[in-house]
């Protein structure tokens, strides 16, 4: 929701970013961003093309939303395992506590991009040093072949030449590394967060945030832990299948000139709420497209109508639905449980969700809608709060 915002302060918005991260360092951090997005709408569409085609099962009733999730838990763990085993990780290369995290990656032909980075950014010396006790997140070369270029793999990394391109390549590598030893099992069940050793910027952007159910661990909502516990004499590494970007731009910033949320943009103008979600914070936002409000009566089915809106009670109204799609922590998809009852920040008592966990994709249904709606796509990771795209706007109980 908060995206909208940024129609009465984005120039104020733009300056800021300006002076804050050079033009050149926020086009490499938007291309980081997109390739993320891209990937993770690619991998819901190939993965979970059958809970796609079935997503109009989960709103007949709560038995077979229950085995929806369980049949996810066996799919998305099984991948998990099977990704893996296809790049070669078993039980014989775990690691051993006599190697270095830097000698393991050499070791192992799927970190090769990763050590190349590693080299070019001068960060070798601190990811071997004896006295360090850390926790790596290792990208696989496949997942450095997602990124754009000069990125995405060993060469063109070691071509780089341009200082900021390597600076931010730097800040990527610190954002993926804890200053303390943590193995899967010590990581909580459901939501929890790190901070990593990349330096502070941008509120929120040197935070990892960690997604635990069913035993898979995903990390800001797209990345999977494939191959945990990797120790090593000075850490372990945990085999990721997605390069994590760290945030650059606010819940509203991202949602800049996205035509798709115009009428959204027009509910929070008139109802005075635009300005809730620029600063920090750690929100979720379901935000529903144009089409998604089409389906409402007037006077809240478009821009138009609701900027002509002048009777306070409508107003009221509408507030308390925008309220309905908010809550005050970050919720991925791998997040929302099953049938799991989340408060929003509408009015009480009637400001609950019921949510249905997903692998990029997920479900959400307001007491007054008539079945789920699903998300996508989901898990945008913003400086302050995560944004679910969803195609139909949630009604509260009247």
């Known amino acids: 929701m908060v995206v ?16 804050t991260i050079s033009t050149r360092l926020l086009q490499y951090c938007r291309l980081f961003l997109l390739a993320i997005l891209a990937a993770g709408i690619f991998a819901s569409c190939k993965k979970n093309n059958d809970v796609m ?17 369980k049949q996810l838990e066996r799919t998305a763990t099984a991948d998990a395992q099977k990704e893996a085993e296809a790049l070669g990780f078993n039980n014989a290369n775990r690691g051993s506590s006599q190697q270095t995290i830097v000698e393991i990656a050499v070791s192992n032909p799927n970190f090769s991009t990763l050590v190349a980075a590693v080299l070019k950014t001068g960060l070798a010396g601190a990811l071997s040093s004896p006295s360090a006790n850390l926790t790596v997140f290792a990208p696989t070369n496949a997942a450095f072949a997602k990124l754009p270029a000069p990125f995405n793999n ?13 600076s931010f390549l730097k800040n990527v590598l610190l954002y993926h590394v804890l200053g303390a030893e943590v193995f899967s099992f010590q990581v909580s069940n459901g939501s929890s967060s790190a901070a990593t050793l990349k330096p502070a910027g941008n509120s929120n952007d040197n935070t990892i945030y960690f997604s635990k159910t069913f035993g898979l661990i995903r990390v800001n909502g797209q990345s999977d832990v494939i191959w945990p516990n990797l120790d090593a004499s000075n850490g372990v590494i945990h085999v990721i299948n997605k390069v994590l970007i760290f945030p650059t731009n606010n ?13 959204l943009v027009a509910a929070l103008v008139k109802t005075n709420l635009a300005g809730v979600f620029t600063g920090s914070g750690d929100f979720t936002v379901f935000v529903p497209t144009n089409a998604a409000f089409a389906q409402l009566p007037a006077p809240f089915n478009n821009a138009a109508n609701i900027n002509n809106i002048s009777d306070p009670a409508q107003v009221a109204a509408l507030a308390n639905i925008l309220k309905y799609h908010v809550t005050a922590n970050r919720n991925f998809t791998w997040d929302l449980g099953i049938l799991k009852r989340t408060a ?9 969700i019921t949510t249905i966990l997903g692998y990029n994709t997920g479900w959400v249904k307001g007491d007054n809608n008539n079945g789920y709606t699903q998300i996508l796509p989901g898990d945008i990771l913003a400086t302050n709060g995560v944004v679910h795209v969803i195609g139909k706007v949630l009604l509260p109980k009247n």
């Open 344 to 352: 929003t920040l509408a009015n009480a008592p009637g400001n609950k």
């Open 53 to 69: 085609d079935n997503s109009q099962l989960i709103v007949e009733n709560e038995q077979q939303a229950v085995s929806q999730a």
């Open 251 to 263: 819940i509203a910033e991202i949602a800049i000139g996205n035509p798709d949320f115009s009428t």
């Open 154 to 166: 060993a060469a063109n990394i070691n071509a780089i030449s341009d200082q900021t391109q390597i």
């Open 4 to 19: 909208f915002m940024v129609l009465i302060n984005q120039s104020k918005i733009i300056t800021t970013m300006q002076t």
